[in-house]
């Protein structure tokens, strides 16, 4: 059977005029929501109080694993607040309630925190590990909107969440209250990770996969990963050789060396172009090559090494090592690996 595509399918059943009013209608609905979230937000900013630096404190304390427990979307976010934690210098994991009741409570030990949540602050699921981190005096950061509930009353530190209105027509559904603890989750791993000191190099070591992780890679941990020759000419050779050396290098480059290996120039495909005349083949790489030409070190961040070449209009330059070529880096290769 073959549907109708989304537009056509809703002419045939509200009509012209009827689309019309559908789709203004939905419109209303996404700005009306998100007008109730931000208004949300702007209730759940005036809650944060001196409870907010003694969490924190309790987070850099722990000398274990910071515990995040939730049920249901508070269980998702909570999910969330755990993957940011441990992204960002803080030991974490999300452990979920039920799981917790039938074996998981092993997980919690000496040193750990646990940061619980509840909108309610009543979620039966979470009592065992309350009654558990009360026995084994592991302190509890508490989100609720119940300041009385028994969450609040089982926690060291409260984090009082507003009572504000849910974005969802039957003021039911979790939509401002997970919108709020989600900001509020964000708002402790940023002022945690800021008290740590955590730095760009830490949150590269973290993220050695996909395009985050592979810019903050330095240009010593991506040479590793390659298995290239370096394309070298001499400062005497020919142009049928330097043009045999860039052919076969891949990389749009050679860089002329001294008897030494130590880096003279480069030249690059442009550089043959514009030195093509009648005395073209007799010329030497020396001759053509562009002296001192801008090159990276080991130490550089990838994405560093991108914004240069970007910046400065080049497609290709050596990584060089007390003045000898370690390899070549091009943008050609850095777009087919993922990098841009």
């Known amino acids: 059977m073959v549907r109708p595509r989304a537009l056509g399918y809703s002419m045939l059943v509200f009509g012209v005029e009827g689309l019309g009013e559908y789709m203004a209608k939905t419109i209303k609905i996404a700005k009306d929501v998100i007008s109730t979230e931000i208004l949300g937000l702007e209730a759940l900013k005036s809650c944060i109080d001196d409870s907010f630096p003694k969490a924190i404190e309790l987070i850099l304390k722990a000398t274990n694993y910071l515990i995040v427990v939730g049920v249901g979307k508070s269980g998702h976010i909570g999910q969330k607040i755990a993957a940011s934690f441990a992204s960002t210098g803080t030991p974490s994991f999300f452990m979920h309630p039920t799981e917790a009741s039938h074996g998981d409570l092993g997980m ?18 979470l009592r065992d590990v309350l009654q558990y981190a009360k026995k084994n005096a592991v302190p509890v950061i508490g989100i609720t909107k119940n300041t009385t509930s028994t969450l609040a009353q089982n926690s060291q530190v409260i984090l009082r969440l507003p009572d504000a209105v849910e974005a969802c027509p039957n003021g039911i559904a979790p939509t401002t209250s997970t919108t709020n603890t989600l900001a509020l989750g964000d708002a402790l791993v940023v002022a945690t990770m800021t008290e740590r000191g955590f730095t760009l190099e830490d949150f590269g070591k973290r993220h050695p996969g996909g395009k985050i992780g592979l810019r903050l890679q330095t240009v010593g941990e ?110 050609k290769s850095l777009l087919e690996q993922g990098y841009l």
């Open 108 to 125: 919690v030990s000496e040193g750990c925190v646990i940061l619980a949540i509840s909108n309610s602050g009543e979620s039966r699921e």
């Open 222 to 331: 991506w040479i590793l990963t390659q298995n290239e020759n370096i394309p070298t000419v001499t400062a005497s050779a020919k142009m049928d050789e330097t043009i045999s050396v860039i052919s076969k290098g891949a990389k749009g480059c050679t860089a002329v060396v001294d008897e030494n290996g130590l880096m003279l120039g480069i030249i690059t495909d442009g550089d043959l172009r514009r030195a093509i005349d009648s005395d073209f083949s007799q010329k030497t790489a020396k001759e053509i090559m562009t002296a001192n030409p801008r090159s990276v070190s080991k130490d550089m961040r990838m994405r560093d090494v991108i914004d240069l070449f970007t910046q400065n209009r080049i497609s290709n330059g050596f990584i060089l090592e007390n003045g000898k070529p370690l390899g070549v880096i091009d943008m």
